[in-house]
C-alpha cells in the first residue's frame, strides 16, 4: 500500500500543478486602463485583449526550470471590458474574462485541460486632484471560478489509476448503478472545483510633465479562496475496509495521508498591498510607450503552510507596453510581463500550499488588446 499511497500523492501534486499552471492567465492587467483612465475617464470605451502562452513564447525559460512531470502546453485568454461614465465624476466597469489552458505528460493523462472564468465589477471616481497631480479613486469586486477539473486516469511507473482508460490497472465505478442496473459506470479517479472572492480599493495619481505623464498606483484587495478535492477513495466508510492492511498500511492511513496532501479542506484569505509606478512616452503622432514596475507584498490568515518548502509573501513585475492608435477612437497594443515570483498576488486562485514551490521561478507573457473609444 505504501507504493500505492506515493502513486496518488503524485497524482494529487499533478492535478493542483495543472490547476496553477492553467489559471494564472486569469490575470486580468487592468492597470493599462487605469494608467490611461485620465484620458478615458469621461468617454464610453470598449477593451479587448487577447492573452496567448506555450513554449515558443516562454521568454524566461519557466517551463524548463520546473523539471520534468506535468508542464503546461497552452494557455489562452480571451477578455472584454465596458467602461461606462455617468453623473459628472463617475465610471462603472464591467469586465469579463474566460481562460482555456491546457498541461501535457508523457503518461496518463496524457493532457488536462481547465477553464477559468472571472468576473469584475469597478465603481470609479475621478476629477478631483491633489497637489499637482490629477486623482482617480476606485472600488472594485470580483469573482474568479474554475469549472469542475476532472482527471480520468492517472498513470506513474506501473501502475494506472482510473478511471474508464484501458490501460487502469485499479479502476473505481459506480457502485449504486452498479447494484440497481449491474452496468458498470468508472468514475475518474480525482476531481476539483476552485472559487475566489475578491474585494479591491485604491488610487491611481497622475501627472503630465513636459511630453512625459507619469503615474502612481496603489491598491488593498482581500481574496477569500476556496479549493475543494473529491476521490472515490473519500468514498470508503467500512470499518472493514478501512482497517484492511496493503503493505505495512492501513487503508483508512492512506485516505488521511492523501488529504493531507491537498490544498486545505477550508478557505483562507490572502490580502496584497500593491504599488505601481508608470511613465508614459508619446513615440511620434500615433505611437505611445508605456513602461511599468509594480511590487506587492502578500499576507495570508486562515492559511495552513506546506513545512516543505516556504510561501511567497512578495513578487515584482515590469510590464511593457507599446500603442497604436490610428484614429482617435482605436487604439491597439501589444504587452510583455515579466514576473520575479510566477503570478503570487496577482491571481491568488494560483496559489495554495501544494503549489507554492512553482512560484519561486521568474515568469512572463504575452499580450494583444484593442481599445475602442466613443466618438
Same mark, same amino acid.
Given at each position: 500500500?505504501?507504493?500505492?499511497?506515493?502513486?496518488?500523492?503524485?497524482?494529487?501534486?499533478?492535478? *493542483?500543478?495543472?490547476?496553477?499552471?492553467?489559471?494564472?492567465?486569469?490575470?486580468?492587467?487592468?492597470?493599462?486602463?487605469?494608467? #490611461?483612465?485620465?484620458?478615458?475617464?469621461?468617454?464610453?470605451?470598449?477593451?479587448?485583449?487577447?492573452?496567448? $502562452?506555450?513554449?515558443?513564447?516562454?521568454?524566461?525559460?519557466?517551463?524548463?526550470?520546473?523539471?520534468?512531470?506535468?508542464?503546461?502546453?497552452?494557455?489562452?485568454?480571451?477578455?472584454?471590458?465596458?467602461?461606462?461614465? $455617468?453623473?459628472?465624476?463617475?465610471?462603472?466597469?464591467?469586465?469579463?474574462?474566460?481562460?482555456?489552458?491546457?498541461?501535457?505528460?508523457?503518461?496518463?493523462?496524457?493532457?488536462?485541460?481547465?477553464?477559468?472564468?472571472?468576473?469584475?465589477?469597478?465603481?470609479?471616481?475621478?476629477?478631483?486632484?491633489?497637489? =499637482?497631480?490629477?486623482?482617480?479613486?476606485? *472600488?472594485?469586486?470580483?469573482?474568479?471560478?474554475?469549472?469542475?477539473?476532472?482527471?480520468?486516469?492517472?498513470?506513474?511507473?506501473?501502475?494506472?489509476?482510473?478511471?474508464?482508460?484501458?490501460?487502469?490497472?485499479?479502476?473505481?465505478?459506480?457502485? =449504486?448503478?452498479?447494484?440497481?442496473?449491474?452496468?458498470?459506470?468508472?468514475?475518474?479517479?480525482?476531481?476539483?472545483?476552485?472559487?475566489?472572492?475578491?474585494?479591491?480599493?485604491?488610487?491611481?495619481?497622475?501627472?503630465?510633465?513636459?511630453?512625459?505623464?507619469?503615474?502612481?498606483?496603489?491598491?488593498?484587495?482581500?481574496?477569500?479562496?476556496?479549493?475543494?478535492?473529491?476521490? &472515490?477513495?473519500?468514498?470508503?466508510?467500512?470499518?472493514?475496509?478501512?482497517?484492511?492492511? $496493503?503493505?505495512?498500511?492501513?487503508?483508512?492511513?492512506?485516505?488521511?495521508?492523501?488529504?493531507?496532501?491537498?490544498?486545505?479542506?477550508?478557505?483562507?484569505?490572502?490580502?496584497?498591498?500593491?504599488?505601481?509606478?508608470?511613465?508614459?512616452?508619446?513615440?511620434?503622432?500615433?505611437?505611445?510607450?508605456?513602461?511599468?514596475?509594480?511590487?506587492?507584498?502578500?499576507?495570508?490568515?486562515?492559511?495552513?503552510?506546506?513545512?516543505?518548502?516556504?510561501?511567497? =509573501?512578495?513578487?515584482?513585475?515590469?510590464?511593457?507596453?507599446?500603442?497604436?492608435?490610428?484614429? &482617435?477612437?482605436?487604439?491597439?497594443? *501589444?504587452?510583455?510581463?515579466?514576473?520575479?515570483?510566477? *503570478?503570487?498576488?496577482?491571481? &491568488?486562485?494560483?496559489?495554495?500550499?501544494?503549489?507554492?514551490?512553482?512560484?519561486?521561478?521568474?515568469?512572463?507573457?504575452?499580450?494583444?488588446?484593442?481599445? #475602442?473609444?466613443?466618438?
Amino acid at each position: 500500500m505504501g507504493k500505492r499511497v506515493r502513486y496518488l500523492d503524485r497524482l494529487i501534486f499533478a492535478l *493542483v500543478l495543472m490547476l496553477s499552471l492553467e489559471s494564472n492567465q486569469a490575470l486580468a492587467d487592468r492597470a493599462l486602463n487605469r494608467t #490611461l483612465s485620465e484620458q478615458l475617464s469621461e468617454r464610453y470605451a470598449l477593451t479587448l485583449e487577447y492573452s496567448y $502562452f506555450d513554449e515558443s513564447f516562454d521568454f524566461l525559460d519557466y517551463q524548463n526550470k520546473l523539471g520534468t512531470g506535468s508542464r503546461p502546453d497552452q494557455a489562452q485568454i480571451s477578455g472584454i471590458e465596458i467602461q461606462i461614465p $455617468f453623473l459628472a465624476r463617475w465610471q462603472v466597469v464591467y469586465n469579463y474574462q474566460k481562460t482555456d489552458g491546457r498541461a501535457v505528460r508523457s503518461s496518463e493523462p496524457r493532457a488536462v485541460e481547465t477553464t477559468v472564468r472571472n468576473h469584475l465589477l469597478e465603481i470609479v471616481y475621478g476629477g478631483w486632484s491633489l497637489a =499637482d497631480w490629477n486623482g482617480h479613486a476606485f *472600488v472594485t469586486v470580483e469573482r474568479g471560478k474554475q469549472d469542475p477539473l476532472s482527471i480520468d486516469c492517472y498513470e506513474r511507473g506501473l501502475l494506472t489509476l482510473g478511471g474508464s482508460c484501458d490501460s487502469a490497472d485499479l479502476r473505481f465505478f459506480d457502485s =449504486d448503478v452498479y447494484r440497481d442496473t449491474d452496468e458498470t459506470i468508472y468514475l475518474p479517479v480525482l476531481t476539483s472545483n476552485a472559487d475566489q472572492q475578491s474585494y479591491s480599493l485604491g488610487l491611481n495619481l497622475t501627472r503630465k510633465l513636459s511630453s512625459w505623464q507619469f503615474v502612481h498606483y496603489f491598491e488593498l484587495r482581500e481574496s477569500e479562496i476556496e479549493v475543494t478535492f473529491d476521490s &472515490p477513495l473519500f468514498k470508503i466508510t467500512d470499518s472493514f475496509v478501512l482497517g484492511t492492511s $496493503f503493505q505495512g498500511q492501513t487503508v483508512g492511513a492512506i485516505i488521511n495521508g492523501l488529504r493531507s496532501e491537498l490544498p486545505q479542506s477550508t478557505p483562507w484569505k490572502e490580502r496584497s498591498i500593491i504599488y505601481e509606478f508608470s511613465a508614459l512616452r508619446p513615440l511620434g503622432q500615433k505611437w505611445l510607450g508605456v513602461a511599468k514596475i509594480r511590487s506587492i507584498k502578500i499576507s495570508r490568515s486562515n492559511y495552513q503552510t506546506n513545512s516543505s518548502n516556504s510561501d511567497i =509573501d512578495d513578487n515584482l513585475s515590469l510590464d511593457l507596453s507599446l500603442w497604436y492608435s490610428p484614429t &482617435p477612437t482605436l487604439s491597439a497594443y *501589444v504587452r510583455a510581463e515579466a514576473f520575479q515570483h510566477y *503570478v503570487a498576488g496577482f491571481e &491568488p486562485l494560483a496559489y495554495n500550499r501544494r503549489t507554492a514551490r512553482l512560484f519561486e521561478q521568474p515568469y512572463g507573457q504575452i499580450s494583444i488588446g484593442v481599445v #475602442l473609444v466613443a466618438p
